[in-house]
């Protein structure tokens, strides 16, 4: 069985600051990891993924992620939000080891961003 | 350009009307699945197909059923829809590529269901 926990449904930061989303997965095998981010009526768009490479993942838009097996975790980090970095963000874990089949998604964290 | 559509991307409906949310992909991607998003609880699998004529339930199957006669059309059949199967769907499809870290899955732009 795999599951995924979002910590904070609401993050909110000023303009510039440390952007920090929290994701705890669980898995009972190597999982692959993914972060989407959902701009207002908007479908999803990929972030990054771990597939079992490095575990400092780089994604688009300066984000980036570290894979922790000790923690289970995979945080999504920014070193300094932006305006357009407004929107809802997803963790997903796929323990089938592959970049296909079901994707188990965490509840979301909306990501607001003040000037 | 590679693209998953869905259609239509809005809908209201009454309950117990029969409906189609179609779903296609121009990559020739095998596998295919559907989605729906709800506030709260993120997205859950409804149903997924691994190629042609091969499907299997999701998380939330029920009061659901899906069809793929071709490989890039994917529809979601609600035969008898209820209130609380209003939410938003998503498509979503990828490559069936074992050990491609490339490969991801594309997500399409979503229909809003209403039932009333």
């Known amino acids: 069985a795999q599951s995924v926990t979002q910590l904070g449904s609401h993050v909110s930061v000023s303009e510039g600051a440390l952007v920090l989303l929290r994701c705890n997965y669980s898995?009972?095998?190597?999982?692959?990891l993914f972060w989407y981010v959902q701009y207002p009526n908007q479908g999803l768009q990929l972030l990054l993924k771990?597939?079992?490479?490095?575990?400092l993942v780089k994604g688009i838009n300066g984000f980036e992620a570290e894979f922790k097996k000790s923690e289970t975790s995979f945080h999504l980090t920014k070193p300094s939000a932006h305006m357009s970095d407004a929107a809802e963000y997803f963790c997903?874990?796929?323990?089938?080891?592959?970049?296909?089949?079901?994707?188990?998604f965490g509840q979301g964290t909306i990501l607001t961003v003040h000037p | 350009e590679a693209q998953v559509t869905q259609n239509p991307r809005y809908l209201i409906t009454v309950t117990g009307k029969k409906l189609t949310v179609t779903c296609s992909q121009n990559?020739?991607?095998?596998?295919m699945s559907w989605y729906r998003q709800d506030p709260g609880l993120g997205l859950r699998q409804i149903y997924y197909?691994?190629?042609?004529?091969?499907?299997d339930k999701g998380d939330v199957p029920e009061g659901y059923k899906v069809s793929r006669k071709e490989k890039r059309n994917f529809p979601l059949i609600l035969e008898s829809p209820s209130p609380n199967q209003t939410s938003l769907y998503f498509c979503?499809?990828?490559?069936?590529?074992?050990?491609?870290?490339?490969?991801?899955?594309?997500f399409g732009p979503g229909t809003r269901l209403l039932v009333l």
């Open positions: 979503a499809s990828s490559r069936r590529t074992s050990g491609d870290t490339k490969e991801t899955q594309f």
């Open positions: 898995s009972s095998v190597p999982p692959y």
């Open positions: 771990y597939t079992s490479a490095a575990t």
């Open positions: 997903a874990v796929n323990a089938g080891g592959t970049s296909y089949g079901k994707l188990t």
């Open positions: 990559m020739n991607h095998e596998y």
């Open positions: 197909s691994m190629n042609v004529e091969v499907t």
